[in-house]
């Protein structure tokens, strides 16, 4: 796996499914409750594939649904996880009605399109922008993030 530091960013390449299972089980292992994951990317770029990756390696079996139309998906695994697709949001301040603060209290939040609830989300956060030419994620974060990125890392390769 290919891996550079482009403006302050760690960029890892994902030339496949596995790549990405890889990744989204390196995440999952460092998730604890408050936690949130923001997913950022143009459509096709594998924010639902990653989340589904993610959900899989903590233990989540069976189907998951994106949850673009429903804008809120809620998984009870040992560490509850809530997932968000804010996609259809028409403003930001609309992500106080899906309960953000709740399952962040109880759990992680995995969130795809991040950019429509800017201003309202955790400064803390994970941020992972995927990017579909080349499959590659860049990632970036807040609070204690920046300490678990070379892990994360270390153990998608």
């Known amino acids: 796996m290919q891996v550079a530091i482009q403006g302050g960013d760690t960029v890892i390449g994902l030339p496949d499914l596995s790549a990405v299972d890889r990744l989204g089980a390196a ?10 994951v923001l997913l950022r990317g143009d459509l096709g770029a594998g924010k639902t594939t990653l989340a589904r990756a993610i959900l899989t390696a903590l233990g989540h079996q069976g189907e998951t649904p994106s949850p673009t139309f429903t804008l809120l998906q809620s998984y009870d695994l040992t560490l509850p996880i809530a997932h968000l697709d804010l996609y259809r949001l028409k403003r930001p301040e609309e992500i106080e009605e899906l309960g953000l603060d709740d399952a962040l209290s109880e759990g992680a939040a995995l969130i795809e399109w991040p950019e429509q609830a800017d201003g309202y989300l955790p400064s803390d956060a994970l941020t992972v922008a995927l990017s579909s030419d080349p499959r590659s994620a860049a990632l970036s974060g807040g ?5 678990l990125i070379a892990g994360i890392v270390k153990d998608a390769a």
Do not use: F, V
Not at 27 to 36: H, N, S
Not at 143 to 147: A, H, I, N
């Open 27 to 36: 995440i999952a292992g460092r998730l604890t409750a408050g936690d949130a």
């Open 143 to 147: 609070g204690r993030w920046p300490e």
